[in-house]
Structure formats: C-alpha cells, structure tokens
C-alpha cells in the first residue's frame, strides 16, 4: 500500500475512485480540513448559543488563536494571507460589534494596535471552551492514549512548518 492508498475495510475507497470522490482518497489537506471544519462549526454554534449571534465564520479568520490581540492591522493581515483592505473590513464590522478596538500604536503612532474589548474577550474564551469540548468528545472516541498520539503529532507538524 502506498502513502497515498487507504484501507478499504469499509469499501468506501475500494478502487480509488466513486462518485463522490472522483480524485481518489482523500490526501493529507483534506484530512485536516474536514477537522477544521468541524471545529469552526463548533465554535459558531457555541458563540451563537452564549449571545455572540453576530460573529459569523468570517470573523473566526481575525479571532483564531493566537487572536489579534495587540497585533497591528498590516502585520495581521500578512500573517493571515489577507488583503489589507479584506482584513479592516472584518475590523471594522467587529469593532462596530464591540469586539475589539483600534487603538494608536504608541510605538509608532501613524500606525494602530488591536485590542479586545471585554466583549471580545468574552467570546475569545467561548471559542476555547468550544474547542476544549470537542477535543474531550475526541479523546473519548479516539481513546485518550490514541488523541494524545494524534495532538502530539500536530504540535510536531506545526513545530516542522513554522
């Protein structure tokens, strides 16, 4: 079997290609991505039920972790491959949303900081405590020693990428 096969147990990826996935099995950004996706459903959801119905997915882009907290917008939106002008659209909507402020840079004052605001703060920790559920829910179906394995992994990949 190559890197690249998967075992067909199920018969979902018996000859390489279905309907559904008419390139084959799925490759290793794919297998992060569905992950991901299940994270970012989670933590609107959350928001949504604690009273931050006007956080979209979008905004998640700006709120991930680290979080732009002190960040300036330019060095932001570099890291996050975004336009300037795409990043101070968000800015603008979560600052007119209470979530953070912009603030002058008191080391360079032609430019501007990120603060959150207690509200964003707020909201900060309803996206981790989202997450933290669904890392326990996923330690529960993986086995603990299994996630640990998994989670270990992912902090030596992004060790490797960074």
């Known amino acids: 079997m190559t890197i690249h096969e998967q075992p067909t147990s199920r018969g ?6 279905s309907e559904r996935e008419p390139l084959g099995p799925p490759l290793l950004g794919a297998l992060l991505r569905m992950p991901v ?3 970012r459903r989670q933590m609107i959801e959350r928001l949504h039920e604690r009273g931050f119905a006007d956080i979209d997915e979008a905004h998640l882009t700006v709120l991930r972790y680290p979080g732009p907290q ?3 917008p330019s060095d932001l939106a570099a890291q996050l491959g975004m336009t ?3 990043l101070n659209y968000q800015l603008g909507q ?3 949303r209470g979530y953070l402020e ?3 840079d008191l080391e360079d004052l032609r430019s501007r900081r990120i603060v959150l605001t207690r ?3 707020a909201a900060a920790h309803v996206i981790r ?3 933290a559920e669904l890392e326990i829910r996923w330690a529960r179906e993986l086995g603990e020693k299994r996630y640990a394995q998994l989670r270990g992994l992912l902090v030596e990949l992004n060790r490797v990428i960074a």
């Open 12 to 17: 979902r990826f018996a000859d390489g290609l």
């Open 129 to 131: 405590d989202a997450v």
């Open 70 to 72: 002190g960040e300036r």
């Open 102 to 104: 912009r603030r002058p």
């Open 37 to 39: 996706d299940a994270v």
């Open 84 to 86: 300037k002008q795409a």
């Open 119 to 121: 509200r964003g703060v």
């Open 94 to 96: 979560l600052e007119r």
